[in-house]
């Protein structure tokens, strides 16, 4: 009986430091290459010139872009700049509500280098560094950084608010309320 009390503490105690509990924390602040979520176009290429070193001829928009719902204007979905197999890729939504100031802004930033184990180790090793302690801790096979990260470091609910996810060698940075902000501008256009 006492064996069994004794092995049950030590169970739970290597569970608790296994497991630590899910991490908030505010991905909205967090930049890729200087780039944020709600920046405008020009912002972000700003970023993206300055923080990468690069001219604004290295960056290359949409070749097929689409009319914006808001505008009905086409307008580019991201721009992008290439090194080598490296990429930055920036996506671009309609700003709503509508600011002709501000017609499109950052919606997702997503960096990739080609995959290699080492690659990954150090891209790991940079967005520990960078970012601070994600919201799922560092065993998994991803990391996430959220303000609503699901129980037992599974990672992070998909519908609330910005996040960050480092899977391999690709670093994402989304946050779903501008898709949401054009649904909701859409189902109010076609209600009047």
């Not at 997702?108 to 184990?117: D, E, L, T």
């Amino acid at each position: 009986m006492i064996f069994r009390a004794i092995l049950a503490v030590i169970c739970s105690s290597l569970s608790i430091t296994t497991l630590a509990e899910p991490r908030m924390v505010n991905a909205e602040q967090f930049d890729i290459s200087g780039v944020k979520l709600g920046m405008t176009q020009a912002q972000a290429i700003a970023a993206v010139t300055d923080n990468m070193h690069v001219d604004s001829s290295a960056i290359s928009f949409d070749p097929f872009p689409q009319p914006s719902v808001v505008t009905k204007q086409k307008e580019p979905t991201y721009f992008e700049v290439r090194h080598g197999a490296t990429a930055l890729r920036v996506h671009l939504k309609p700003q709503v509500p509508f600011n002709p100031e501000q017609t499109l802004v950052v919606s997702r930033i997503s960096y990739q280098q080609p995959w290699a184990q080492q690659t990954a180790v150090q891209m790991k090793q940079q967005a520990l560094q960078k970012y601070g302690e994600p919201s799922n801790g560092r065993d998994s096979g991803f990391l996430q950084w959220c303000r609503q990260p699901l129980d037992k470091n599974v990672g992070c609910h998909d519908f609330f608010g910005p996040k960050l996810e480092l899977t391999g060698t690709e670093l994402t940075l989304s946050d779903p309320q501008y898709r949401e902000a054009i649904n909701r501008y859409r189902r109010q256009r076609t209600a009047s």
